[in-house]
């Protein structure tokens, strides 16, 4: 199961740290990934992270703004959201999926949290 936490309402240019708990899944074993929707429109991949490739990787949107990074012996992997636009605003879910390879596609993620909504005001 994960669990997401730690979404909210910042101004725009604000940071955000995004959490997302797992349990009963060794990290090391697996990819972890953040996606994000906003009503009426496709789930969008924002990034991932696997730590048995050492590879991670960021939609062009947030690269330079946006970092994950995880925390084997906690379980846990965070997005630390910086510099953020109105245009973030979305709810933000995690991901995992088998495997080693780093992917963008959504349906290649077996397991989701249940989403934390971010708002960005301007």
């Known amino acids: 199961q994960l669990q997401a936490s730690g979404g909210g309402l910042v101004q725009a240019g604000g940071s955000l740290r995004l959490s997302c708990a797992a349990s009963?899944?060794?990290?090391?074993?697996?990819?972890m990934g953040w996606f994000r929707q906003v009503p009426g429109k496709e789930r969008e991949f924002v990034a991932a992270?696997?730590?048995?490739?050492?590879?991670?990787l960021y939609a062009d949107s947030v690269a330079g703004r946006f970092t994950i990074s995880g925390d084997n012996a906690k379980n846990t992997v965070y997005l630390q959201m910086n510099s953020l636009k109105p245009e973030d605003t979305a709810v933000y879910y995690c991901?995992?999926?088998?495997?080693?390879?780093?992917?963008?596609?959504?349906?290649?993620?077996?397991?989701w949290g249940q989403g934390t909504q971010v708002t960005v005001s301007s």
């Open positions: 991901a995992a999926k088998n495997g080693i390879v780093v992917v963008t596609t959504s349906s290649l993620y077996d397991s």
């Open positions: 009963g899944r060794t990290f090391s074993r697996y990819v």
């Open positions: 992270i696997s730590w048995s490739g050492g590879r991670t």
